[in-house]
């Protein structure tokens, strides 16, 4: 009966969702009717989210007579990855994006704002109809409550790379991330749709747009650093097309942050940042299609089937077409003269958006190409990492080095000399690291670029803290800490893409490789270490069978065990490898096992050996960004919270005339 009541709530839900889409875009003008789509949202989201503990209960309990379950499940995988395996598969996965689109929807009736009852009503209405596709599609095409008859005796277990603890949270950031998008997009269209963009439309744009971006930054760097330890080949990121599915709207977002503060502080840029919402979404659904369609196949693909993508296309083409359609009708109207000068912060963050929402593109070219040259010739090619790194990496570079420049510049008009004041111990620093990167290490021009940029980017945010804290007198402990947490949540952010640039260069330009066949007994010296591989033995998992080496590490006096396995999965029918990391200070030995092979001497066993300088510093970097995002929301919110304790932060005020833009 769990199930059974997991999917009439779903079925209810999604005739709430239907009633709020209605009331909310026709409540613009009468508040009841905007009131009873609040409730209704409200309603969605509880239904939706008992629904979900419905599957979650099924998954736990083991319950094969539901296809979902039976296929992506097993008695003897441990109790973390029955719970994770809820979304770990397309009909679960699905039912969490519509949770998560209902919870954005009952959020979005929690805190208003300052908006206007019109633009508030519209906006919960969007983001009912949003729902209400995401919901149709899946009870439709992708029911989690599906019955099976006979009902087997065993489930089929989940693909075993998927049962990891990063992969237990990474989809759920990831969804909160890209359907996070919608609530922008709600925001967007219900302002095409009053023809208002004013101060209050930007400032409840602005929380959105981190919470999504933040989440986006959170989920792309688990999956990253999954993608390192888990899969075995010793990288972090090679453009495979689906990570490039959630790259796309996380550089979108990237775009929309910058410009929601200028729309809100200036009034400036509104319908770009208009524009912008629509396209972070639509490149959010984009990524549902290429990981639900088939049309891609990657590790990290849900599902293959082209009735399922087909819908998605046709979700994506309603959200754009209609997107674009009211842009088109009514951005003429809302555009006004910029307001500030060639040189002036607004201007940096111009040429900030400009350069992300070409990079985005570059990513979506390289993406898609060979999907349509298959579809048109049926010829096969394959876009990889050659083309990013001439296409892509050169305009990163050019955006990372004016980026610590733009926080030091004044609003409308300012002046370059000034901030240069404030950044030339980064200039010279950077100037060393390209030295060091052309001569001391011989890495060649590209290497001394990037090391220099991380290290401007890096050195430019800390020179951004150095400012604020000599603003208004003396440098003083208690002033250091009376700096407001913004200025650490932009430090953190920007600092944190000179951290990653650093370990990215590094490591693409210095690891090390080898590949030796080695019998138990062998050593061989590699990165200055000895190993000597003691044996390979059987071992028993909880749902697996394990072929695990033993290795001694000697390093600079000291050795360390090493366990690599290669393990098989009966239930899923599927090997992994899983991978032994020995980290230092300075760098990863990474060691994966490969496969055994006869010779005169007996077994010998294919093992690989990487050494990681500063990889880490590619996690930290992305971390750094995350805490960056978050310290920015708790910012936001505690300023507020502020403004709201002598404004009525919940009630409806007239709404403010925009600055000219």
Known sequence: ??????????????????????????????????????????????????????????????????????????????????????????????????????????????????????????????????????LVYTLALSSPFARLDPVPYQGGDLNPLLQDPALALHPPLLYLGYVGLSAPFSLALAALMEGETNTAWAKALRPWTLVAWSSLTGGIALGSYWAYYELGWGGWWFWDPVENASFMPWLAACALLHSTIVTERRGSLASWTILLAIIGFALALLGTFLVRSGALTSVHAFAVDPARGTAVLVLFSLAVGIGLTLFAWRAPTLMRPAGFAAVSRESFLVLNNLGLAIAAGTVLIGTLYPLLIEAVTGELISVGPPFFDISFSPLMAALLLAMPIAPLMAWRKGALSAALRWTWPAGLAAGAAVGLGLFAVGGGFWVGLGLGVGVWCLLGALAYVWKRWGQGGPRTFARFLALPLA????????????????????????????????????????????????????????????TRARLEVSYQGTTALAAPERRFYPGANQPTTEVAILPTLTSDFYIALGEAAQTPRGTAFTIRFYRHPFVRLIFWGAALMALGGALAIVALALRRRREAMGAGFFAAPAPAAAPAE
């Open 487 to 546: 200025v650490w949540a932009m430090t953190a952010a920007h600092a944190g893409v000179g951290v990653f640039t650093l370990g990215a260069v590094i490591d693409t330009a210095f690891k090390l490789e080898r590949a030796e066949r080695l019998h138990p007994g062998d050593s061989i010296d590699f990165a200055g270490r000895s190993v000597r591989l003691v044996e390979v033995v059987e071992a028993e998992g909880p749902n697996y069978i394990a």
């Open 1 to 134: 009966m769990i199930g059974e009541a997991g999917a009439f709530l779903s079925i209810l839900a999604l005739v709430l969702v239907a009633a709020q889409g209605v009331l909310g875009l026709l409540g613009h003008a009468r508040p009841g009717l905007a009131a009873a789509a609040a409730a209704c949202a409200q309603a969605a989201l509880a239904c939706l989210a008992l629904a979900f503990a419905a599957l979650v209960s099924l998954f736990l309990s083991s319950d094969f007579s539901f296809a979902v379950v039976a296929n992506n499940s097993h008695t003897a995988k441990p109790l973390i990855y029955k719970f994770a395996g809820t979304w770990g598969n397309h009909e679960g996965s699905m039912l969490l994006w519509c949770l998560v689109s209902a919870l954005f929807g009952a959020l979005l009736t929690w805190f208003r704002g300052g908006l206007s009852h019109g633009l508030w009503s519209r906006a919960v209405g969007v983001q009912g109809l949003v729902t209400l596709g995401a």
